[in-house]
Nanobody, 119 residues
Framework: QVQLAESGGGLVQAGGSLRLACVAS????????MGWYRQAPGNQRELVATITFAGTPNYADSVKGRFTVSRDDAKNSVYLQMNSLKPEDTAVYYC?????????????WGQGTQVTVSS
């Protein structure tokens, strides 16, 4: 059974920084894409940033230049460094790990961690 556990959320003032971490437990194919999505009240869940097993990142336009996604495969972990935070970044942030190929597909989610940015 694969589980994803997020940490690092909290309350921060606009312009501040937070670092989210997600640790995956259980057996997961190394051919995966790990990343972060977020959902604000009344909105759909949206992509924030992902990073492939090869280290290739992908960012939503709204966070480019402010957020950095990274991974440590030795620790089965993915991180999200969030700088220059804005009130519109307020949301529940979810860790995700999904298959990078069409063989043996999987898609796992964490429980989410709240990020609140005050103005």
């Amino acid at each position: 059974q694969v589980q994803l556990a997020e940490s690092g959320g909290g309350l921060v003032q606009a312009g501040g920084s937070l670092r989210l971490a997600c640790v995956a437990s259980g057996s997961i194919s190394r051919l995966n894409v790990m990343g972060w999505y977020r959902q604000a009240p009344g909105n759909q869940r949206e992509l924030v940033a992902t990073i492939t097993f090869a280290g290739t990142p992908n960012y939503a336009d709204s966070v480019k230049g402010r957020f950095t996604v990274s991974r440590d495969d030795a620790k089965n972990s993915v991180y999200l460094q969030m700088n220059s935070l804005k009130p519109e970044d307020t949301a529940v942030y979810y860790c995700n790990c999904k298959s990078a190929t069409t063989i043996n597909r999987f898609n796992y989610w964490g429980q989410g961690t709240q990020v609140t940015v005050s103005s």
